[in-house]
């Protein structure tokens, strides 16, 4: 592992993202306006529960919308990453360097962090200013789901790589198209037990459905759901193992296949 | 002098159509070999071949006698390239361009190296502005710098000099061979311009449908087709059927 290759590929996506207004809207913006959205939204449904209700939906409904909206940027920052050297033609470049894959992984990674953490604390700040959610009550239970919150992202990412590898730049919408692709079978916004039975156990494999409703269980119950815990990062390594494979994968049949020249070509 | 890349009997087949046809050749230390040949000659495939761009279906490429299957990312720090297809980012400064590259090649004393390539290839005034808002030339030129920024000893120029005037093609020529010869490396260059190609080769390798059809000197190419113009024995070589024996 050389560090100067990683440091490389970290540099390389921080300069473009420290001075574009859109990028920085991509990571503050939209959040901000869904915010208000889910908020408002939220404040209604409150107002239609009975007086008597201890359900607090603003906690319930605005953390899933934080922890989803984290789990939407980690996958797109991972993703648009990689489109960003295909948009610039510096794809050819890039794979002609002496950078491994896992070098190239990582640095994606680390800007994935830097965007993920900035992210995180502008939107649970703001949540606190407009709504008096402070997400930081749930403590320590945070972190195991925040971790594999990015992590399933970073996964998907790295299976978006694969798939802009193999199809070409035209590929490039399923970097926004994967995370609503997750989203209704991942029980963000209502829990499992809504589902048909079938459909239980099929979702049963993906880790955003056992972090999501790990979550809600922490909230209502003020307990840390050690099985959702256990499940949500066994099946999170089943995954990153997978999307590197797939990924290894498809770029050995884009050298065979010619298919990384076409990535600057198409 | 050393063989700096062996090539052996390598092959790149896409389905049932031969991009490269078992071709052979190597480079030696200080040698600038061209390759020529018309489209679709394997020009393009052979240098991504050479860049682990492209899997080769068969043979071998060896640089300083390892193999570059084996020892990819080894090899490719050693090496670098140049080609009007793949740009620079155009959302970066020439500066942060080369400041990128430097260290995706390992380059420790990554502020002077990128420092001293924008002087030496005349880049300094355009420093601030975005690589995509220069002219085809000027990213050209900065294509070739960064080219130089791990210090090659195997550089794979591909059209270096289609977007340049006259006067700054000769100079960077100069540049590229002051380089080559400090640097005992050695260079593969593709280029439609024969006076440029007479003017820089050691040797010329001419493919034709995947095959390596004449691999020479100038001179010697020129009395064996009994052609005083290069031009002339490319449209000879790129018109006549294979030959087996080569």
Do not use: C
């Not at chain 1, 009975?50 to 797109?76: E, G, H, K, M, V």
Request: aromatic share 12%; proline share 4%; no cysteine.
């Amino acid at each position: 592992m050389n560090r100067l290759h990683i440091l490389g590929i970290f540099y390389r996506n921080i300069v473009l993202i420290r001075r574009s207004v859109p990028k920085l809207f991509g990571l503050f913006g939209f959040v901000t306006v869904a915010l208000f959205l889910w908020g408002f939204l939220t404040l209604w449904v409150q107002t239609l529960a009975p007086d008597d209700t201890a359900t607090d939906f603003i906690l319930l409904i605005l953390s899933a919308f934080i922890f989803w909206s984290l789990f939407d940027l980690s996958q797109r920052s991972f993703g648009i990453s990689f489109l960003e050297e295909v948009w610039s033609r510096n794809i050819i470049n890039l794979f002609a360097s002496p950078v491994k894959l896992s070098e190239m992984v990582l640095g994606f990674i680390l800007v994935g962090v830097v965007q993920a953490l900035l992210a995180f604390f502008y939107v649970t700040t703001l949540a606190f200013l407009l709504y008096a959610l402070n997400i930081w009550n749930l403590g320590l239970y945070i972190i195991p789901f925040f971790i594999n919150i990015l992590v399933f992202g970073w996964a998907l990412g790295v299976v978006t790589i694969g798939l802009v590898v193999r199809f070409g730049p035209s590929a490039d919408i399923l970097a926004f198209f994967i995370p609503f692709l997750v989203l209704p079978f991942s029980a963000v916004y209502y829990p499992v037990s809504v589902f048909p039975p079938v459909l239980q156990k099929l979702t049963f494999v993906l880790p955003t459905r056992h972090m999501f409703e790990g979550m809600r269980t922490a909230i209502t119950e003020g307990v840390m759901p050690l099985d959702n815990v256990f499940w949500a990062t066994v099946l999170n390594l089943v995954f990153v193992v997978l999307a590197f494979l797939f990924l290894y994968w498809m770029l050995r049949l884009a050298r065979i296949k010619g298919y990384l020249s076409r990535l600057v070509h198409d | 002098m050393a063989t700096i890349l062996r090539v052996t009997n390598l092959t790149k087949q896409y389905n049932s159509f031969t991009a490269v046809n078992r071709i052979s050749f190597e480079i030696k230390e200080g040698e600038i070999v061209s390759l020529l040949g018309p489209n679709g000659a394997g020009k393009t495939t052979t240098i991504q071949m050479l860049l682990s761009l492209v899997s080769p279906t068969s043979g071998d490429i060896e640089v300083f006698g390892k193999n570059l299957r084996e020892h990819r990312e080894e090899l490719l720090s050693m090496m670098n390239f140049s080609a009007p297809y793949s740009l620079l980012p155009y959302n970066l400064t020439p500066r942060e361009g080369l400041t990128v590259f430097s260290l995706l090649y390992g380059v420790r004393n990554y502020r002077e190296r990128v420092k001293s390539l924008l002087d030496e290839f005349n880049l300094g005034e355009l420093v601030n502005r975005k690589i995509g808002q220069l002219s085809s030339g000027e990213q050209m030129r900065l294509g070739i710098a960064k080219a130089f920024v791990n210090n090659p000893k195997l550089l794979l120029l591909d059209e270096p000099t289609a977007s340049l005037d006259p006067p700054t093609a000769r100079q960077l020529r100069a540049r590229i061979l002051k380089r080559i010869q400090e640097s005992r490396g050695a260079v593969l260059w593709t280029s439609h311009n024969m006076r440029e190609v007479e003017t820089v080769s050691d040797r010329i390798i001419f493919l034709s449908r995947g095959r390596v059809v004449a691999d020479d000197t100038p001179q010697n190419l020129k009395k064996q087709y009994g052609q005083e113009d290069l031009e002339e024995i490319f449209i000879i070589i790129a018109n006549e059927p294979i030959r087996e024996s080569l």
